[in-house]
């Protein structure tokens, strides 16, 4: 007896009819024509079943506060971070709260069920810390969210920060975080990541650092991301975010400085639709991109990550927890129209952040966590181009959000009435 069923499926791997068995709270059984009954059934006849969509970087601290205390008016990354220099000591904790609890609801809504977020520590109160520590236990029963300790100011540069640092993990944030771009010199830096990654090694803890978000040819931190994550000893565990500046940097230093990440097992983190308006911003025309090489570096076989990175905050003033709009993107700007880049879209917002959380008990094997979207789709390409309705999120088994199928009516004579205009008709 199982507590739940879901019926001929389609999986992201391409298999159909193929039913999950759910019981307590985990997947017991994946496989066509499941014998068994359950307490209840969902039809998901023709229906993509795919486990949650995940954001490996977001700033939960600043979502929803667009327009506080006024707009970046440039729309630059440097007005942004100006920006929110201005808001910080305005913060409340409350307020902070309240944005953050009401983003997860809408996370919920689009299948999203983690969230990896930065949260700025260079405030002597840790005001965001606390909040954000707070909104971990409580949206934990549905959404799992994992905390890094952003230096936004630079852990060098800004007075206080690296101590400021350690009280945050030592307050129970996740992973190390860090901005050497932003430092005052190349040689501070190369020393932040060290610092960094030290801190993570005696911790045992995760290291995501925004790197390199610059059109800086030059910016190579992480050259020594990879050399410090090899030394300690750290592979799998370290994690580049942004790396707009290998966008711009010399083929032959790439072809060198890619191998070394491969090596070093260096995650990839890219934020498509905030690389594509805030990089570039010095040029004329031509205008970069500014993303970083998504294709070639999941061609080298590393684990590549599309992120939200921001939704109406200082430094974007759209976006929704949409992870298929970020996959969208990220396709468009790395010109992976192929089926298989699609595909590879699709895993970079689903098992490819997942892997770079460590995310326990993610995926679609029996014994995993029954954490599952139903998608108004029949495939991956299908959802990406459509943006497809998420029919029904469960998370552990549970129905935590659902909606109708999106479905036109129609009034033309000898037409049917109704039509899934959205679905593939091939
Ligand atoms: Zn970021």
Redesign the pocket.
């Known amino acids: 007896m199982f507590d739940l069923i879901l019926r001929r499926a389609t999986l992201p791997d391409g298999r159909s009819g193929i039913d999950i068995g759910i019981k307590d709270g985990r997947i017991a059984a994946v496989e066509a024509n499941l014998a068994g009954e359950a307490a209840a059934e969902i039809d998901a006849t023709g229906r993509l079943v795919s486990p949650p969509f995940v954001d490996a970087?977001f700033?939960m601290d600043s979502t929803l506060s667009y327009g506080l205390p006024r707009v970046n008016q440039s729309g630059t990354l440097l007005e942004g971070i100006a920006l929110w220099g201005e808001l910080k000591p305005q913060l409340v904790q409350d307020a902070i709260v309240e944005r953050a609890l009401a983003y997860c609801d809408w996370a919920v809504g689009r299948g999203l069920l983690a969230i990896r977020s930065?949260v700025d520590i260079c405030d002597p109160r840790l005001l965001a810390t606390e909040a954000l520590l707070d909104v971990k236990k409580r949206v934990a029963p549905y959404l799992d969210l994992q905390l890094v300790a952003f230096p936004q100011d630079g852990v060098l540069r800004s007075a206080g920060a690296k101590e400021l640092l350690i009280r945050a993990l030592d307050m129970g944030v996740d992973v190390v975080g860090g901005i050497p771009h932003f430092e005052r010199t190349m040689a501070d830096g190369a020393a932040s990541v060290r610092l960094l990654c030290e801190i993570a090694a005696e911790r045992g803890l995760l290291v995501d650092m925004?790197c390199d978000e610059s059109d800086d040819p030059l910016s190579r931190h992480v050259e020594t991301l990879a050399y410090e994550t090899q030394r300690l000893g750290l592979h799998g565990r370290v994690t580049g975010?942004?790396l707009t500046s290998m966008h711009s940097m010399d083929n032959y230093y790439v072809s060198k400085l890619i191998p070394l990440m491969a090596e070093a097992r260096l995650g990839v983190i890219a934020?498509p639709l905030i690389n594509i308006v805030l990089q570039g911003r010095h040029d004329t025309y031509p205008k970069r991109r500014g993303m970083t090489r998504v294709p070639e570096l999941m061609a080298a076989g590393l684990t590549v990550a599309f992120g939200h990175?921001c939704v109406m905050d200082p430094w974007y003033p759209l976006g929704s927890g949409e992870m298929l709009e970020v996959a969208h993107m990220g396709l468009h700007v790395g010109q992976m129209t192929g089926q298989d880049g699609i595909k590879a879209a699709f895993d970079a917002v689903t098992v490819n952040p997942a892997n770079l959380l460590h995310l326990d008990g993610y995926g679609l094997e029996p014994g995993c966590n029954a954490d599952l979207v139903v998608l108004q789709a029949g495939n991956p390409v299908e959802a990406i181009r459509t943006r497809a309705a998420r029919l029904f999120v469960l998370r552990r088994g549970r129905i935590v959000s659902r909606c109708e199928p999106v479905q036109a009516k129609l009034g033309l004579p000898g037409r049917p009435e109704t039509v899934d205009f959205l679905l593939n008709r091939g």
Do not use: R, V
Request: no cysteine; proline share 0%; net charge negative.
């Open positions: 970087h700033h930065h925004h975010s942004h934020n990175d």
